[in-house]
T-cell receptor, first 116, second 112 residues
Framework: DAGVIQSPRHEVTEMGQEVTLRCKPISGHNSLFWYRQTMMRGLELLIYFNNNVPIDDSGMPEDRFSAKMPNASFSTLKIQPSEPRDSAVYFC??????????????FGPGTRLTVL | GNSVTQMEGPVTLSEEAFLTINCTYTATGYPSLFWYVQYPGEGLQLLLKATKADDKGSNKGFEATYRKETTSFHLEKGSVQVSDSAVYFCALYVFGNEKLTFGTGTRLTIIP
């Protein structure tokens, strides 16, 4: 299996521009998570989906952030408009989730976003 | 709510030294506990886990024991290698909630 795939790996953009990050989860996984990692705030969960439905988006910082999962094999995280404080590494993770037991989350390699 | 407190880093050790990274937690339910590792330029990956009190998780020479009485899950390794240099995250999971709660991470650097 190729693992969780994220694109792009690096993104440099200017303040005010729209940024779209993409994630392909592991085939067969039904839960998908978006995280943000910064030096100041550590690893933060932004949103997660189960069976393509957003379950908890309480970590999304503000309305400039939106996430979609149109099907089981693809998700996007969009920032519009972007700001310098959005600079971070964004991780996508997937798992085969049930409510009964914990199932390991597999992380992608991350997208390093720099907003100038 | 749920939270994880980790030993602040960075931690720098010489090769073959003994390693301990402290982790304590608070949880509203009965959690499962994990250590994840992040190597430079990569995403996190599960290192070890323990799902009930007194369980010991182990992998790659690392160990951690689930201590309910002290609400702790300290990571240990008897002899570290340069290849162990990474950021280590303690995390917990409570039944009924898909979310993992992570600690802030501890950066470990091993010097030859």
């Amino acid at each position: 299996d190729a693992g969780v795939i994220q694109s792009p790996r690096h993104e440099v953009t200017e303040m005010g521009q729209e940024v779209t990050l993409r994630c392909k989860p592991i085939s067969g996984h039904n839960s998908l998570f978006w995280y943000r990692q910064t030096m100041m705030r550590g690893l933060e969960l932004l949103i997660y989906f189960n069976n393509n439905v957003p379950i908890d988006d309480s970590g999304m910082p503000e309305d400039r952030f939106s996430a979609k999962m149109p099907n089981a094999s693809f998700s996007t995280l969009k920032i519009q408009p972007s700001e310098p404080r959005d600079s971070a590494v964004y991780f996508c993770a997937s798992s085969f989730g049930t409510e009964i037991t914990y199932n390991e989350q597999f992380f992608g390699p991350g997208t390093r976003l720099t907003v100038l | 709510g749920n939270s994880v407190t980790q030993m602040e880093g960075p931690v720098t050790l010489s090769e073959e030294a003994f390693l301990t990274i402290n982790c304590t937690y608070t949880a509203t339910g009965y959690p499962s506990l994990f250590w994840y590792v992040q190597y430079p330029g990569e995403g996190l990956q599960l290192l070890l886990k323990a799902t009930k009190a007194d369980d010991k998780g182990s992998n790659k020479g690392f160990e951690a024991t689930y201590r309910k009485e002290t609400t702790s899950f300290h990571l240990e390794k008897g002899s570290v290698q340069v290849s162990d240099s990474a950021v280590y995250f303690c995390a917990l999971y409570v039944f009924g909630n898909e979310k993992l709660t992570f600690g802030t991470g501890t950066r470990l650097t091993i010097i030859p």
